[in-house]
């Protein structure tokens, strides 16, 4: 039986660690966790996976994490990529409020100016001009796309199929790798500059937009009053899944890739934060030791995902050469393999 081409996209949001529900961190950021990062890139390679980091300013500005990352960049053995955490992402523009922690949220002036810093302190430390990007805490405009596309970066990361908050939604995109339209990022559109790579997400059944609606819905009054889409998820009748080790159990993960490859997704994209690699430093991963949960995670999924596809490792800017050679004139990239 022909195995399905599938291409396996790892991307590590690099990062500082603070406990998510204090007050966002501007200077002396605690940055523990890239001691963690040449073991994990270690592991990575025993796979043959070939990680993405975003990484963000505190990261960049820390003598090891410039350090061990422009070794990883030297070997090309890894791609980095960039992460903008406003807060702690100069030219500084007073207190950041939890709105304002969404780049999406941001008037376009400070991103530029954000983002022009980043790079310089990406080039200048870690000796890279990187291709892609996502945004800290997730979300994406039309306005940010073609500011990425100005400052040369070929590939977006920043939606998060399925979800909304009170902050932004990415509700409606597509959950398949897609070309973004200039006036609207969450829809496909005719430019060709900047691919969106979106997170591997959905449901533990086929029928994505069908377990979408009835999670969005059963997630407003009255239904969340009697904790309805909970009641779903411990019955396991409908569980909303991303594909994140620090997340999401390896059961559900390997529900979710069984799922993407029968909806014939071309790409499995997971993700973690670099800060989820040590104990206790966000919350995301409860319990001792994360590192060790999180790489037995990844092992088993990629290797449950070996035996049902044909599956190619390569990062996400590598991911989007051979996208855009496989489906070059389509608005949304279903899969078709060449």
């Known amino acids: 039986m022909h195995k399905q081409d599938v291409l396996f996209v790892l991307t590590i949001d690099t990062e500082e ?40 300013y505190a990261v960049a500005s820390n003598n090891l994490g ?85 400052r040369g970066y070929v590939v977006d990361s920043s939606v998060y199929p399925f979800y909304k908050n009170d902050y932004f939604s990415c509700l409606g995109a597509p959950e398949s790798p897609y070309w973004p339209s200039f006036d609207n990022a969450l829809a496909p559109g005719e430019q060709r500059q900047l691919l969106e790579i979106p997170v591997t997400a959905g449901f533990n059944i086929q029928n994505f937009s069908l377990g979408e609606r009835i999670h969005n819905r059963l997630s407003k009054p009255p239904f969340n009053w009697f904790k309805s889409v909970g009641l779903l998820w411990h019955s396991k009748l409908l569980r909303k899944i991303y594909l994140s080790p620090e997340l999401t159990e390896t059961e559900d993960m390997l529900a979710l890739v069984d799922q993407s490859i029968q909806k014939k997704q071309p790409v499995i994209h997971m993700y973690l934060h670099s ?25 088993v999924v990629t290797q449950h995902l070996a035996e049902n596809a044909n599956v190619k490792f390569c990062t996400i800017s590598e ?16 899969g078709e393999q060449s």
């Open 319 to 334: 991911a989007k050469v051979h996208l855009s050679n496989r489906s070059a004139l389509t608005g949304v990239i279903k």
């Open 66 to 150: 410039s350090q061990t990352l422009r070794t990883f960049a030297k070997s090309n053995s890894a791609e980095i990529g960039a992460h903008l955490h406003p807060w702690c992402n100069p030219p500084y523009f007073g207190k950041t409020t939890e709105a304002e922690s969404h780049v999406i949220n941001l008037p376009l002036e400070q991103v530029e100016q954000k983002l022009d810093a980043l790079n310089a302190l990406l080039h200048d430390e870690i000796g890279v001009r990187p291709q892609s990007f996502r945004s800290g805490r997730w979300g994406v405009s039309a306005k940010m796309l073609r500011l990425l596309a100005s």
């Open 275 to 299: 800060s989820s690699l040590i104990d206790g430093a966000t919350g995301l991963l409860d319990g001792p030791n994360a590192f060790e949960t999180i790489c037995q995670r990844i092992e």
């Open 17 to 56: 660690e603070w406990q998510w529900d204090e007050e966002f961190p501007q200077h002396n950021c605690s940055v523990e966790n890239v001691e963690k990062l040449p073991a994990f890139q270690t592991f990575c390679e025993s796979l043959g996976i070939r990680p993405t980091y975003f990484v963000d």
